[in-house]
């Protein structure tokens, strides 16, 4: 079983960054797709931002030329810049590792942080 931890969240007025970390166990780190997603209340958690075992990304176009998913292999960790937030990135952030990259998240599948809140507001 992955361990992962999400880290990096807290309140940031619109238009400021954040990064969020996503830390993972195990010797199989780099095989793994890894996706950031997010849930805000009363709606499903969905795929903000994914990365492949490959480096392909993709992003959800709400936040396509503000977010930017990266990893690092050597650290088991997968980061999630954020720039120009919005107050509608308001969520708790979660990430997934070696799950499938799906819009909208199968919670079975893969290994779950416990999520990190991100507030946008003034």
């Known amino acids: 079983q992955v361990q992962v931890v999400e880290s990096g969240g807290g309140l940031v007025q619109p238009g400021g960054s954040l990064r969020l970390s996503c830390a993972a166990s195990?010797?199989?780190?780099?095989?793994?797709?890894v996706g950031w997603y997010r849930q805000a209340p009363g709606k499903q958690r969905e795929l903000v931002a994914g990365?492949?075992?490959?480096?392909?990304?993709n992003y959800a176009d709400s936040v396509k030329g503000r977010f930017t998913i990266s990893r690092d292999n050597a650290k088991k960790t997968v980061y999630l810049q954020m720039d120009s937030l919005k107050p509608e990135d308001t969520a708790v952030y979660y990430c997934?590792?070696?799950?499938?990259?799906?819009?909208?998240?199968?919670?079975?599948?893969?290994?779950w942080g416990q999520g990190t809140q991100v507030t946008v507001s003034s």
């Open positions: 997934n590792v070696g799950g499938p990259l799906l819009p909208i998240a199968n919670i079975k599948q893969g290994s």
């Open positions: 195990g010797s199989r780190f780099r095989v793994y797709h």
């Open positions: 990365i492949t075992s490959g480096l392909i990304t």
